[in-house]
């Protein structure tokens, strides 16, 4: 499937901010299944500098630097991409999930040895809760990595609610599997911390998802959202993403912009400013076939 992907977000100050610094993550990545066609980045005002490159994890980053007084800065992000659904895994042929986490252990492999940096805390995902008991039950001795994690997506999909207003960007793991609800990002987030509780590797993953409106519905420009999964290394397939918000294995329905530890390390938008005041943020999101968006 190729999509046109238009990502738009103004913050809009009580006062002029002065100065101000952003790091964006907001370019598809390419990867195996994924190819970037094109990608454009306005930004108004036009920043004094402007840096492009690729972060820790690879991905794509826009570094910004704005010195002139601004009120209003509005930030278009415009993407053409071609994403290929994954091959179907039989999770039952995946590693018994001890000997991935002995293997993860003794960084056996060049694989093994890059997966490792995802087997620990990291600011979001770091909990004193007993996550690892809820994590165990999707996995018993010997049973194959992928068919636990596969169980363990479904089991947050049934357990957590979808509740945007009882979380927010810096809300910590605990408290999410205290409350048993939150969003996408906390339910990948939940994921994560289930799998590193048993000394495997997660990471998180930052996209979009085309959504469909009702039968007989027109689509809403700007309805559309930024969407979060996890990943879990699941030898011999490698990584594979799980998406615990719609419990399904992520297809070519799924735009992947990037990956890191938790949120913070991809977060679309993420910045320091000196003035302004309080402020507000307006963010719309349209991810369209690019037949319809022809049309």
């Given at each position: 499937m190729e999509y046109a992907v238009r990502h738009r977000t103004t913050?809009?100050?009580l006062q002029d901010v002065s100065y101000s610094?952003?790091?964006?993550?907001?370019?598809?990545?390419?990867?195996?299944l994924q190819a970037t066609r094109a990608f454009n980045l306005t930004v108004t005002p036009a920043p004094a500098?402007?840096?492009?490159?690729?972060?820790f994890f690879g991905n794509r980053a826009d570094w910004l630097a704005l010195d002139e007084p601004h009120a209003v800065l509005d930030i278009l992000a415009e993407s053409r991409v071609t994403?290929?659904?994954p091959p179907a895994h039989d999770a039952a042929a995946s590693e018994d999930w001890s000997k991935v986490r002995e293997r993860?252990?003794?960084?056996?492999?060049?694989?093994?040895?890059?997966?490792?940096?995802?087997?620990?805390?990291?600011?979001?995902?770091?909990?004193?809760?007993?996550?690892?008991?809820?994590?165990?039950?999707s996995f018993a001795p010997s049973r194959p990595l992928l068919a636990g994690a596969v169980e363990l997506m479904a089991r947050i999909h049934a357990d957590f609610r979808y509740d945007s207003t009882v979380t927010d960007v810096s809300t910590p793991v605990d408290r999410v599997f205290e409350i048993r609800a939150g969003v996408c990002q906390d339910f990948a987030h939940m994921g994560i911390g289930a799998m590193r509780s048993l000394g495997l590797a997660a990471r998180y993953v930052s996209g979009y998802l085309l959504t469909r409106p009702p039968p007989g519905k027109q689509r809403l420009v700007g309805a559309d959202a930024s969407h979060?999964?996890?990943?879990?290394?699941?030898?011999?397939?490698?990584w594979v993403d799980l998406d615990p918000t719609n419990n399904l294995i992520p297809g070519d329905e799924h735009v992947t912009l990037g990956w890191g530890r938790d949120y913070g390390d991809v977060a679309p938008i993420h910045g320091v400013v000196t003035g302004g005041g309080g402020h507000v943020i307006e963010v719309g999101v349209d991810v369209m076939p690019v037949e319809t968006a022809r049309e």
């Open positions: 913050s809009r100050y610094r952003h790091v964006l993550h907001l370019a598809p990545r390419t990867t195996a500098q402007r840096v492009r490159r690729e972060d994403v290929n659904a993860l252990e003794d960084a056996i492999g060049p694989d093994a040895s890059d997966a490792v940096q995802f087997q620990f805390d990291s600011s979001l995902t770091v909990f004193t809760s007993d996550i690892a008991t809820y994590a165990s039950k979060a999964w996890f990943s879990v290394w699941a030898p011999p397939f490698g």
